[in-house]
């Protein structure tokens, strides 16, 4: 059966509106915009992403895994400046060709994660094109006033924070597309399962806003050098990345192990979705614990300096050519 | 030059961070996300839009003008629920195509309306697409607590209010594909110039809901008949419309006289983005002085009633044959 008997209405009143159950400001999605109350005393935050098929994600993704996806990209951007989440708007733009069955897979990937992240869609918009898949999903979250973690805010000195593991992301993508052989299957499935489904670290940056022990923050989704350049960038900095001590999954460890230039790959890859902090030497600890606290790591990656630019030494101490190697939009 | 030599990021410093000048919280679009103050008392308004190069404007369109409905098409979703606007994201995907010279009017566009409506880009996200320039604008505006108009709640007995005049879009449309061409040229031009550039109503939206005299609110983007069939199904009732007392412009009433059968492009053709409220009959002087100091009109076009259903009377009292009009978005 084809979209063309299932009306937009009829969409959003059987498969979208009850994404926006138990959040008055929705107004079931029958009206033109949501009323969304920011409690006294915070900033609303607000990010918006589109992602493409064929150029974000993969033509033949799954359309519940390619919804979550978009959701928790944007979930980042509100963990990479320490808000909690609200709501979100979801704007689809459906090829032609999308069946009901598709239909229904892409409103069950939207109400998995707002089980699962607990944040309702308050509103969107559903339109036709003859393009590929489109969608661009927008973010609200609040966080207290002059706790935002942001990127210009980092100081000579301060030591540079990953959570998670890195790299997973990119090597997720080049499993599913076929490569990374030498990995048993369940090594691939586990880093494709990184590259299809992002952890947003809310908890996490939410803490370190609200501990006020950070300088700067962001998501690591371009890649942590170019992730790492834009905070050089925005605070007027350099730094210097110490390669051996970026935190990696056993899988990731293995790749690299059986082929050493991944490690490019690593680093400049993209699809990450950890956090990217610096913070003063003495709050290290106390940002460490707040990590423990949400089960989660933060790892001193290297530091901060006068200057420009990012340089990356290896474990011997010798200086690793990089040259642009982040994710670039066009 | 093609846009391949031009860098998201260089794209971005270079043509749209300077249309977040004067708004902080924007942080010269550098971060991940924008922080946004909302005034004590008030409610944070929401609303996203995406347009489709082919679907939504026409694919000649010029970008600046393609921008700038984007954004207008938005802010009337804001002045539907009576809020003001306090900014706006742009995410773009835009064609391998483009050119700068493309990029720079399409920027101009928004700089543009930044001036017009004085609302700052307070975010966005450009990516590449393969497929047709496709925009979804996302606007955020606040309005006082319990003041938002909303499409549920207009009473039987009601009297259905719109602003300026109604069809000009629909007919923009038409001469812009080469009909009407029994008009004179500055007449085509005029409704064409009505359909690339609509006008939100913002001032009279907050104007209304700051006077509590309306009961149901919303802009006209479907089409009169579709959007007036909302606030029925949205409130449980049904309306009857007097078709004679339908506010027209000159160039529409001249292609109405021409041709008779323009009434059902009229009252079905969308793109109006005209405001269409329910309030009270002892209500419509005031609703009225109001419009006049915003320089606006409402026009009293018809009633609520029990029921449901639009139902359309011709001068003589006549039922016109109403069916599913409106613009459908699939």
Known sequence: ?????????????????????????????KDDAALVPVAPGCRLVVTTDALVSGVHFRESDPPDLVARKALRVNLSDLAAMGARPLGLLVAACFPKSATQDWFKSFARGLAQDKAEFGVPIIGGDTVSTPGPFTLTVTALGEVEENQALKRSAAKAGDVILVSGTIGDGALGLDALEGRLGHLFEDERKWLADRYLLPRPRLELGNAVAQSRKAHAGMDISDGLLADLAHICKASGLGADLRAADIPLSSPARAALKADSRLLGRILAGGDDYELLLTAPPSAVPALQECAQRCRQNLTAIGVMREGEGVAVQDSSGQALPVHDMGWRHF
């Not at 059987?14 to 107004?27: I, S, T, V």
């Open 1 to 29: 059966m084809s979209t063309k008997s299932l009306g937009e209405f009829d969409l959003i009143e059987r498969l979208f509106a009850p994404l926006a159950e138990g959040f008055a400001g929705a107004l079931n999605l």
